[in-house]
């Protein structure tokens, strides 16, 4: 993990996140109300900053993600032997591997992945499965792609859909009410307009499926070279194999593990933004399943073969290790935080940053009202301006009302310094 705040694995919004979970303010939509609740407990922790913490909970959740699965596995009627490799695979995949160090959401959304997969392939209460549900959708709102997996399995839908909406209901509801104690940049939740503009997420809303159908076929491409380099072309191979062989012998299952893998693989191709590909992290259980049968159905194989086939199959995740291993670690990486350190060394006294970029925003939001650095300094990011709770927000910390200001008229009335970071 890094030692603190990254810019690292598109780990941007880790500054944001931060600072919601540890001001008790809203973070940018939906919400996420599972995370800060989560997030909250490691706060707790004596050890590390802030964000350090939230580094620990993705690290956590990710290691948890991986048991789960290897337990789901075993109970697919898979050996120890191969649900611990098919486990070690998903934790050494590299996109699974970069989210579970840096603070950021989608490794909690797959720890959520993995419980409900164990919770289809053992049985368990109908409501606990619809809990789960409503709290993976807490986590992030795509984990609603997991309902041909869920649903396909349960018989009671009416009851585990009732229990999954009352679940997201109470999070997106009064747990988000609750929580946005502190004046927000992004929301303001006094209006049900307002409260539904935030956990819809409007403001992002050009960018699901914003992607020009030019640029689709170039996507379908890099998520297929994505997934031979999380598992190995060997591994992707087996994946493949196991998916054949899991039709043959529960095709439901094969069915609708496919069709939940489908939904979020489209979202990722259509989301028009570069880290797009983070949303396939909740959906790489689910690739373990049919790598777990893929290994199975080859160590039958080996079996007649009388080759000593156990040691064999751990090729993949070493493979994972050696090729990952330099990209993935951020031990030592502290650009970020120094960044922003040298910034708020070079600001003159009462100055105003004026920022232009996510990364730049959110660290310096954390480095100044988390890190306790140079408080004298108003941070603007002039690309959220446009954003009335942001603008309302700014002017009332400037002490200059809610009245209708353009962002180049509050830089002549505000007689400071100002900075423009870049």
């Known amino acids: 993990m890094p030692p603190s705040l990254t810019w690292a694995h598109w780990g941007a919004d880790g500054g944001d996140l931060a600072v919601a979970v540890a001001k008790a303010r809203l973070p940018h939509p939906p919400g996420f109300p599972t995370y800060l609740l989560f997030g909250a407990i490691f706060l707790q922790f004596p050890w590390g900053d802030p964000a350090w913490r939230l580094n620990l909970l993705s690290a956590f959740s990710g290691a948890l993600a991986g048991g789960l699965t290897a337990a789901a596995i075993r109970h697919a009627s898979c050996s120890a032997f191969i649900a611990i490799i098919a486990g070690l695979s998903l934790g050494f995949a590299p996109l699974f591997w970069s989210q579970a160090i840096i603070a950021e959401v989608y490794a909690l959304a797959a720890l959520f992945s993995a419980a409900l997969l164990f919770t289809v392939l053992r049985p368990v209460p109908t409501w606990l499965q619809g809990i789960l549900w409503g709290l993976g959708i807490g986590v992030h709102p795509t984990l609603i792609f997991l309902a041909p997996l869920i649903a396909g399995k349960n018989k009671s839908t009416l009851c585990l859909v009732s229990f999954a909406l009352l679940t997201v209901g109470l999070l997106y509801g009064p747990v ?70 899991l039709w043959r012998n529960r095709r439901s299952l094969a069915f609708n593990s496919a069709m939940a893998f489908s939904a979020f693989s489209l979202w990722s191709i259509g989301y028009n933004t570069t880290d797009s590909l983070v ?62 350190e040298s910034i708020l060394r070079k600001a003159p006294p009462a100055a105003v940053l004026i920022t232009s970029s996510d990364p730049h925003t959110f660290t310096l939001w954390y480095v ?55």
Request: net charge positive; proline share 8%; charged share 20%.
């Open 279 to 340: 949303y396939l992290v909740p959906a790489l259980p689910l690739t373990i399943l049919w790598m777990g049968e893929g290994l199975k159905a080859l160590a039958g194989r080996l079996r007649k073969a009388h080759d000593p086939f156990p040691w064999l199959l751990m090729i993949i995740p070493l493979l994972q290790i050696l090729s990952s291993w330099g990209k993935i670690s951020l031990r030592g990486d502290r650009s970020a935080i120094e960044w922003a």
């Open 176 to 245: 988000l009410l609750a929580w946005g104690r502190a004046p927000s940049p992004w929301a303001d939740l006094s209006t049900p307009l307002g409260w539904w503009a935030y956990v819809s997420g409007r403001l992002y809303q050009g960018y699901p499926f914003g992607l020009p159908l030019t640029f689709w076929p170039r996507r379908l491409l890099a998520l297929a070279g994505l997934m031979v380099r999380q598992f190995t072309p060997f591994g992707a191979l087996l994946a493949l194999w196991g998916w054949v062989c």
């Open 368 to 422: 100044q009202e988390i890190l306790g650095k140079r408080p004298d300094l108003v941070v603007i990011d002039k690309d959220l301006w446009w954003h009335k709770p942001y603008r309302e927000m700014i002017l009332k910390e400037l002490g200059m009302g809610e009245e209708e200001t353009q962002f180049d008229e509050l830089l002549n009335l505000l007689q400071r310094p100002v900075l423009e970071v870049k």
